[in-house]
């Protein structure tokens, strides 16, 4: 089962900050984050893995409910950079697939 | 260090025909992933590689598709009879172990395009 994202889409000004959503109805392991610009393959964000542990780069803010299923992306203080679709993946099991959602797609502005 | 590479970057074909599409992983990545992505739209997994076994082969979409991989690194992805909706890019990742925990390096895809 699909992850579902929410947005779909947002516009930022720069120095806004957003929030991405996924949610999955299945229990999960760990969701990790990818964002992927225009004609480039997926970049690494984040893992969140149940138990709390989290990798990941420093910039880069996330939360996990495991019993919602749900995590969250927080981009603070966005800069033109971080415009791309950002994709949530769920994996149920150490040796899972990943599936990914469907992506939010973001563009920052001047 | 050199990251996953795919090849080729680009492919015409006309329908009917086999397409080989090929995979490098980052050296001592034991799992690997196949992927295909539409035009504008999510990724989506076609198969999982551990080592030289495929524990997760789910997302073949029909038996026109089959992959391999030998010595636990290069993995080929064969489609067969090719047809328009199979046009897309193909995305391979590899990982360090099982993806639960592990982050994923994908390399920089094989657009196919069937004619």
Redesign the interface.
């Known amino acids: 089962q699909q992850p579902v994202q929410s947005p779909q889409a947002v516009i930022l000004r720069e120095g806004e900050d957003a929030v991405i959503n996924c949610s999955s109805s299945k229990a999960l392991y760990s969701v990790h984050w990818y964002r992927q610009k225009h004609g480039e393959a997926p970049v690494f964000l984040m893992i969140l893995l149940k138990g709390g542990e989290q990798k990941g780069h420093e910039k880069i803010s996330a939360s996990f409910n495991e019993k919602k299923q749900q995590s969250s992306l927080y981009l603070t203080a966005s800069q033109l950079s971080y415009s791309g679709t950002y994709f949530c993946g769920t994996a149920g099991g150490t040796a899972s697939k990943l599936t990914f959602g469907t992506g939010t797609r973001l563009q920052v502005t001047l | 260090g050199a990251g996953v590479s795919q090849s080729p970057s680009n492919k015409v074909t006309e329908k009917g025909k086999d397409v080989e599409l090929r995979c490098d992983p980052i050296s001592g990545h034991t799992a690997l992933?196949w992927?295909r992505q539409s035009l504008g739209?999510?990724?989506?997994?076609l198969i999982?590689f551990?080592g030289n076994s495929a524990?997760?082969k789910?997302?073949l979409p029909s038996d026109r598709f089959s992959a391999e991989r030998t010595g636990g690194s290069v993995s080929t992805l064969t489609i067969q009879r090719t047809q328009q909706e199979d046009s897309a890019v193909y995305?391979c990742a590899s990982s360090l172990g099982?993806?639960?925990?592990?982050?994923?390096?994908?390399?920089?895809?094989t657009r196919l395009t069937v004619l």
């Not at chain 2, 739209?41 to 997994?45: M, N, P, T, V, Y």
């Not at chain 2, 099982?98 to 895809?109: A, H, R, V």
């Open positions: 992933y992927y739209q999510g990724l989506e997994f999982y551990q524990p997760d789910s997302g995305l099982g993806t639960g925990g592990n982050e994923q390096f994908f390399g920089p895809g």
